[in-house]
């Protein structure tokens, strides 16, 4: 049996980001490994200068993801013209309370136009947790980080503020599938005998068995070289349906 910490995402709007190409931010079904460590790194107060420490917490991170209410993709357009007077001033507000100016370059002169998706009135069931586990920082030490944050927590993008706390739970299971089959569905979850599941495999890892199907198995690169900013590297994620425990009962927080 492991530690596993379950975590609920339902916001109004969530942003799984995909590469970006040219003006396009794409998004994915599930969220990316480089996006999970950036959340939990946030709620524990890492900045991106301490590029060691999120290199270590992503490395040791395992997580699986269940859909229980599939939301509807979303594209919004954005466009501003950076030439406007009223735009001079150069100041910019960060989440860290803190004031940034604009570095200057072609990025910062006349009109940007951008298109952003996001998901729309989905939730999603987290479970994770940590290999080794007893090396800093700990799963309580991320259970406490999500309860009390120290900065504000965001799905994606700043703009997707989570409806509720994230965290719902810390439970012992055979395995991140198996703590997913036992988790509650939320209040709001589809009607449904199996919910779209994502989970970290082997390319060669046998296929997880009772009350779970496996529909897709491929490479992706969602581990970011956190030092020079850019994704690296590939791990397999596989895709399937899975049945939850009739003991997972609707939870209404």
């Keep these: 049996m492991m530690?596993?910490?379950?975590?609920r995402f339902d916001a109004p709007l969530m942003s799984f980001g995909a590469p970006i190409v040219d003006q396009y931010g794409f998004i994915q079904p599930y969220p990316a490994l480089s996006m999970m460590t950036g959340l939990l790194a946030n709620a524990l107060g890492y900045t991106h200068a301490e590029t060691a420490r999120l290199e270590r917490l992503q490395e040791r991170l395992r997580y699986a993801v269940r859909e229980d209410r599939r939301g509807q993709q979303l594209r919004d357009f954005q466009t501003v013209d950076l030439s406007q007077p009223f735009l001079h001033d150069e100041r910019a507000w960060t989440t860290r309370g803190t004031l940034e100016t604009?570095?200057?370059?072609?990025?910062?002169?006349?009109?940007?136009?951008?298109?952003?998706?996001?998901?729309?009135?989905?939730?999603?069931?987290?479970?994770?947790?940590?290999?080794?586990?007893?090396?800093?920082p700990t799963l309580a030490d991320l259970e406490q980080a999500l309860r009390f944050p120290a900065r504000p927590l965001f799905i994606g993008r700043k703009p997707c503020l989570p409806a509720a706390p994230l965290f719902i739970g810390r439970v012992e299971a055979a395995d991140l599938l198996d703590a997913l089959r036992r988790a509650p569905l939320d209040a709001r979850a589809?009607?449904?005998?199996?919910?779209?599941?994502?989970?970290?495999?082997?390319?060669?890892?046998?296929?997880?068995?009772?009350?779970?199907?496996?529909?897709?198995?491929?490479?992706?690169?969602?581990?970011?070289?956190?030092?020079?900013?850019?994704?690296?590297?590939?791990?397999?994620?596989?895709?399937?349906?899975?049945?939850?425990?009739?003991?997972?009962?609707?939870?209404?927080?």
């Design 3 to 7: 530690e596993i910490l379950l975590l």
């Design 102 to 136: 604009r570095q200057g370059g072609t990025a910062s002169l006349g009109i940007h136009i951008r298109l952003r998706d996001y998901w729309a009135d989905a939730v999603y069931t987290v479970a994770l947790t940590l290999d080794p586990p007893d090396e800093p």
């Design 190 to 253: 589809d009607r449904a005998d199996f919910y779209r599941v994502w989970w970290e495999t082997g390319p060669d890892d046998p296929p997880p068995v009772e009350g779970i199907r496996e529909n897709l198995r491929r490479p992706v690169t969602d581990r970011r070289d956190w030092a020079n900013q850019i994704h690296v590297g590939s791990r397999w994620i596989a895709m399937g349906e899975l049945s939850v425990h009739p003991a997972g009962e609707r939870h209404e927080g």
